[in-house]
Each structure stands twice: as C-alpha cells, then as structure tokens.
C-alpha cells in the first residue's frame, strides 16, 4: 500500500524567509501527488497538484513543489514567507486507477514569526 | 456560497447517542468522501461513494455508517456514538477521471 510521510510535524520560520516542507511518498509507480493547506477553522484548500510532465508545479498563494523521482519526494517551497501562512499543511497521493482514493501525510504546522 | 456544505459545524453529543453529519455540494460531481481528522494522524477515509448506488468502506469505517440520498448529497452517521469519535470530521467531493478532492468547512464532533 502507498504511504505518505511528512517528517516535520512543526516547522517556524520569520516572515519573509524560505519555506520548504518536505513529502515522500512510498509506491512503486509515479503517483498523482498533492499539496493542501488548512488555515485554522477551515476545510482543506488545495494548493498545488502533480500528474505528469514538468516536474515543477506552480500553485496557488506563490507555492511551489518539485517532484524528483529518483528521491520518492514532493517538496513543496514558497520563496518569501507571509505572516498568513501560517497553517497546517498536508501532503496526499493517489494512485493511477486507486478510484480517487487519497492518502494523506500527518501534516506539517507552519508557525510564522513576526 | 460554499460548493461544499457540512452541517452542523459543531456538535457535543453524549456517549450511545445516534447521530448523524450531513454534507452537501453544488459542484456537480459524482464522487463523495468522508475523512476524520485527528490530531498528528492526518485525514483518514470513513466511507466514499462513486455514485448513489455505489458505496464503499475505507480505511476505518467500524462505527459509521454512511447514505447517498442522491447525487449531492452524503451523510455520515455514528448509531451509536463513543468518545473516541470525537475528531474533525471532512466530507470532499471528486470527479470521475479527476483525482483532486475539494473539501467542506468540516463539522467538529465532541462524544461526552
């Protein structure tokens, strides 16, 4: 069965920093991957999704991720960090043909210090 | 307005009580979901349904039940429920040949 790991479960960085919040998945084919981010009180809001072909994704709000095979990765980054990222993220997979199914990572909280 | 409604929004309910959270969606698809969600455990899947005649259990789906009255609507209930359903509670909604999901507000679940 495919899993998804994310192996920070709190990450703090200063507003106006980097981000990287790193996802490895587990399967043995090329997987549909996807980035979600939860602000607190809401629904899961999708960022940023992978399917095929260029490896590196732009999404919503001035995210990225990059998908590298060789790595079983899907990090997703944002250049310049707002106060309003400040959220919960989720890093999910699907499998081609799985019916939709998505398995999700535990979750990595972002805290962003002013 | 929302494509993708869950009501109640919150609910304290006593243990052995039945009860039962409802979603709806405007977004026309055929496919509905049903995650909890539990602190350092990520989102798990209940129940999901293709269509309203084609129902499946997921990962942890002891203790719920779930019914498609018709294509946007899907509901979840606990016949009888325990303490440790309480949890964030998610319903989301795909398309055939699309497998990005789209989610509701979530219904936060209290068992006394």
């Known amino acids: 069965a495919q899993s998804v790991t994310q192996p920070d479960i709190h990450i703090t960085v200063s507003e106006g920093a980097s981000l990287e919040l790193r996802c490895n998945y587990s399967?043995?084919?090329?997987?549909?991957l996807f980035w979600y981010v939860q602000s607190p009180g809401q629904g899961l809001q999708l960022l940023l999704k992978?399917?095929?072909?260029?490896?590196l994704v732009q999404g919503i709000k001035g995210f990225e991720a990059e998908f590298k095979r060789s790595q079983s990765s899907f990090n997703l980054r944002k250049p310049s960090v707002h106060w309003s990222d400040a959220a919960e993220y989720f890093c999910?997979?699907?499998?081609?043909?799985?019916?939709?199914?998505?398995?999700f990572g535990t979750g990595t909280q972002l805290k962003v210090e002013l | 307005d929302a494509d993708v409604t869950q009501t109640p929004r919150n609910r304290i309910t006593k243990t052995g009580k039945r009860i039962m959270l409802e979603c709806s969606q405007t977004?026309?698809?055929?496919?509905m979901y049903w995650y909890r969600q539990d602190p350092g455990l990520g989102l798990r899947l209940i129940y999901y349904?293709?269509?309203?005649?084609?129902?499946n259990k997921g990962e942890i789906s002891d203790g719920y039940s779930v019914s498609r009255q018709a294509q946007a609507k899907f509901s979840l209930s606990l016949e009888s429920a325990i303490p440790n359903q309480t949890a964030l509670y998610f319903c989301?909604?795909?398309?055939?040949?699309?497998?990005?999901?789209?989610f509701g507000p979530g219904t936060r679940l209290t068992v006394t």
């Open positions: 349904s293709f269509d309203v005649k084609d129902i």
């Open positions: 977004k026309g698809h055929d496919r």
């Open positions: 399967y043995g084919a090329t997987p549909y």
């Open positions: 999910a997979v699907a499998l081609t043909g799985g019916g939709n199914k998505l398995t």
């Open positions: 992978y399917f095929s072909g260029d490896t």
């Open positions: 989301a909604t795909s398309t055939a040949g699309r497998y990005e999901q789209y």
